[in-house]
């Protein structure tokens, strides 16, 4: 199994743009598609991108995933920041039998 | 709509037993697998189980592989997560999540419940 490593915590300001990284340990990061959750306290997680860099409908196109073969990794990217973007978000993968989670990074919009 | 609704969380001591179940609407539960993701209180995201949508295969986390069983009744629209051999590294909160897509798993939720919270103590 492989882990994937996010930084603890990102912040910005308002209006801003903002990028989490999602490292895969080993195995190639493109050999599988990535996808990103968001969860706000107290809430269910929800799903901002999905297959690395498909955006579900309803969410806004300030949001946007990219894959880094050079450094094994995923990241999100949050443009034109806005203080409703605060919450955590975690990126998530899959091998042939197993689900695996990033350990979320908490991001905070000054 | 997509609902996906957990019961059966609760206060269980270290050893014992508790049966979570996930009751979905909103769509053709047959044609879905589902998963249970948990969180511990403060922590992260943890993937727990996966069942295919006719119950052909299931995929266990190995913190919870030998005690836990995940099930489906497709005439009732219910997963079921069996828990046994509770130990306090289990207290979480346990989501379920729709597979996105048909029959073949994708391995990415678009749908969650809101969740149910397990406490293993004594």
């Known amino acids: 199994n492989f882990m994937l490593t996010q930084p603890h915590s990102v912040s910005g300001s308002p209006g801003k743009t903002v990028t989490i990284s999602c490292t895969r340990s080993?195995?190639?990061?493109?050999?599988?598609?990535v996808h990103w959750y968001q969860q706000r306290p107290d809430s269910a997680p929800t799903i901002v991108i999905y297959?690395?860099?498909?955006?579900p409908s309803g969410v806004p196109d300030r949001f946007s995933g990219s894959i880094d073969s050079s450094s094994n990794s995923a990241s999100l990217t949050i443009s034109g920041l806005k203080t409703e973007d605060e919450a955590d978000y975690y990126c998530?993968?899959?091998?042939?039998?197993?689900?695996?989670f990033g350990g979320g990074t908490k991001l905070t919009v000054l | 709509q997509v609902q996906l609704v957990e019961s059966g969380g609760g206060v269980v001591q270290p050893g014992g037993s508790l049966r979570l179940s996930c009751a979905a609407s909103?769509?053709?539960?047959?044609?879905?697998?589902v998963h249970w993701v948990r969180q511990a209180p403060g922590r992260g995201l943890e993937w727990v189980a996966f069942?295919?949508?006719?119950?052909?295969?299931?995929y266990y986390a190995d913190p919870v592989k030998g005690r836990f069983t995940i099930s489906r009744d497709n005439s009732k629209n219910t997963i079921y997560l069996q828990m046994n051999s509770l130990r306090a590294e289990d207290t979480a909160v346990y989501y379920c999540?729709?597979?996105?897509?048909?029959?073949?798993?994708?391995?990415?939720?678009?749908?969650w419940g809101r969740g149910t919270l397990v406490t293993v103590s004594s």
């Open positions: 909103g769509f053709t539960f047959s044609d879905y697998g």
């Open positions: 069942i295919w949508y006719d119950g052909s295969n299931k």
């Open positions: 080993s195995g190639s990061i493109a050999s599988n598609y």
């Open positions: 999540a729709r597979d996105s897509s048909i029959q073949l798993p994708v391995w990415y939720f678009h749908y």
């Open positions: 297959e690395s860099q498909q955006r």
């Open positions: 998530q993968s899959y091998d042939i039998s197993n689900g695996v």
